[in-house]
């Protein structure tokens, strides 16, 4: 009897499994956005500070679009 619960606990319904591909895209994609943000820190900080600033902006303009597009 025990074995039929484990079973039936291992199919798992399609939707679920949806669900959860779903949020593991969408973990990821914040992760690259994350990481293309901070390598695009670690490249400015060794400019000269008018150049970073107006890095900086871009940086943070396209950010705030990519977070209004999702």
């Known amino acids: 009897m025990n074995i039929l619960k484990k079973r039936k606990s291992l199919q798992q319904n399609p939707i679920q499994i949806f669900k959860k591909l779903k949020w593991a895209t969408l973990i990821l994609n914040m992760i690259q956005k994350l990481d293309g943000y901070l390598s695009g820190m670690k490249k400015?900080?060794?400019l000269e500070p008018f150049t970073r600033?107006?890095?900086e902006?871009?940086?943070l303009f396209r950010q705030q679009s990519i977070w209004q597009n999702n």
């Open 44 to 46: 400015i900080v060794k």
């Open 53 to 55: 600033l107006t890095l």
């Open 57 to 59: 902006m871009q940086i």
